[in-house]
């Protein structure tokens, strides 16, 4: 609660404006649009799962699952967790369903996702993942595909310097090598570990390569590199996936310490990174995560996914001033009206109109002649209809240019009177003609 005694959004958790809301709208559509190009079809998941679901996939070490998940027994005692993430929800959806049986998916989702992390600039506890996963797919084709479409979206974005970070995982027998190999050589220099670090050794030692620390970064510079442990199959499919990338043109460096904050992936890892946003620039991060069906209780079946978090993505959007995503759809015409009668009529000019696509805003409520005029002119309107009280009596209106810079776009005088019958007709042809 304020000083004031109102009830302010929870910490962490925005509105989302008008003012920002039309590149939500207009971001989803393009997803919508380039998924389904090639074959994505959309799936809904509930926001609120069982607490089983996420410890069991995502990994009781991980820092989502440790302290950043909203949980809570609800009214039966039964532990609820708001969803962290989407992937896990969308394989558990997939075993209940039936759609992985004998079948190959491609599916997308967007919607609220919720952890319990620190806010700040691109960090919410509340924030939307637009996400991509696949099924039934060993191979590196797949991935190369979903990487092509992530490349398409910043490219209509005008985002074209997000960049492509891969790394592979290898299998779960090379990691655990490694993850031993780590850890003996990280021993080795526990006194220039920081407490995080130290504590990780025991817990998640391949955290410890994304670590922020200065000394912990240049430790890691002589650590012993991950794609040395690789069996010769996970070789072979980090070697094809690059191809088949430079073959689309879709640019990438690898990054051996890129790990990911969530424990289910196998061989390839991948993240976007925008270097102009600022600390959390990472926009979209993803992998091949081929053990979570049937750790979840369904049958082995291959997955590959993204996450794209759409805060970072629409503020690195403002940031770069996008001119095409920021055109609201501004009123085309603007109704005047006067009395009772007059209302009525231009309530049927606004149904008429927008039934034939016009951006129609039509005054309400009570005001003068000159105070509509004055919003008129602030609606950014082009054409003006003016029913008053004689129009009304007539199935008339007046119509009249409001902008300057269509100011002769009406031939004879500044404003003429026509039938209300015929507005649509000549608004449209008046409009189109501009
Ligand atoms: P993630 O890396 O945890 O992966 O999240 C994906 C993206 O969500 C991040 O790159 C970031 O843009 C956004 N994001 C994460 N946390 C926040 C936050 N607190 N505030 C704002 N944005 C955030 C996953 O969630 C996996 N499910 C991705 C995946 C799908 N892997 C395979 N399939």
């Known amino acids: 609660m304020s000083k004031q005694g109102h009830t302010r959004a929870v910490k962490g958790m925005k509105d989302i ?10 971001v989803e559509a393009l997803c919508q649009e380039i998924f389904s ?12 799962e069982s607490t089983s679901l996420f410890s069991r996939s995502i990994g009781a070490e991980t820092d989502i699952v440790s302290k950043e998940m909203y949980t809570f027994d609800d009214r039966n005692g039964d532990s609820v967790t708001l969803r962290p993430e989407g992937t896990a929800s969308c394989v558990r959806a997939g075993i209940e369903n039936g759609l992985f049986y004998n079948q190959q998916q491609r599916l997308w989702y967007t919607g609220p996702m919720f952890r319990y992390e620190r806010p700040q600039k691109g960090r ?65 220099h526990k006194s220039q570990l920081d ?7 025991d817990t998640n030692p391949l955290r410890i390569l994304d670590s922020k620390n200065a000394d912990v970064q240049a430790l890691l510079e002589n650590a012993p590199n991950i794609l040395d442990f690789l069996s010769e199959e996970s070789k072979q499919h980090f070697t094809d996936l690059q191809r088949y990338l430079t073959a689309l043109g879709v640019e990438f460096s690898i990054n051996p310490k890129l790990v990911r904050g969530l424990d289910y992936y196998n061989d390839t890892v991948f993240e976007w990174i925008n270097h102009d946003y600022g600390a959390q620039s990472t926009v979209c991060g993803g992998g091949r ?14 997955a590959f996914g993204f996450g794209m978090g759409m805060e970072r993505l629409i503020e690195m959007l403002q940031e770069q001033d996008a001119q095409s995503m920021q055109a609201e759809q501004q009123a085309q015409v603007f109704v005047v009206s006067v009395g009772d009668e007059a209302r009525l009529q231009a309530l049927t000019l606004q149904q008429a109109l927008t039934d034939s696509g016009v951006v129609v805003q039509c005054h309400m409520g009570a005001g003068s002649m000159k105070n509509q005029f004055k919003r008129a002119d ?15 009596k007539e199935h008339q209106a007046s119509i009249k240019i409001l902008s300057r810079d269509h100011a002769h776009a009406l031939a004879q005088s500044e404003q003429q009177t026509i039938a209300q019958l015929d507005v649509v007709n000549v608004v449209t042809n008046l409009l189109d003609s501009l």
Request: negative net charge.
């Open 195 to 201: 407490d995080d670090s130290v504590r990780r050794l």
């Open 289 to 302: 995560y081929d053990g979570m069906v049937e750790q979840l209780g369904g049958q082995a079946t291959p």
């Open 378 to 392: 602030k609606s950014g309107a082009i054409v003006g209809l003016i029913i008053g009280e004689d129009e009304a």
């Open 37 to 48: 190009r090639r074959g994505y079809r959309q799936i809904r998941m509930p926001i609120l």
């Open 124 to 188: 919410y506890r509340q924030f939307h993942q637009v996400g991509v996963e696949c099924y039934g797919w060993s191979t590196p084709d797949i991935e190369a595909e979903v990487l092509g479409m992530c490349k398409q979206l910043f490219s209509v974005l005008g985002l074209e310097n997000t960049m492509l970070y891969i790394n592979s995982l290898g299998d779960s027998a090379s990691r655990a090598q490694y993850r031993t190999a780590l850890v003996e050589y990280l021993s080795q």
């Open 17 to 26: 404006l008008p003012t920002e809301s039309h590149l939500w709208l207009k």
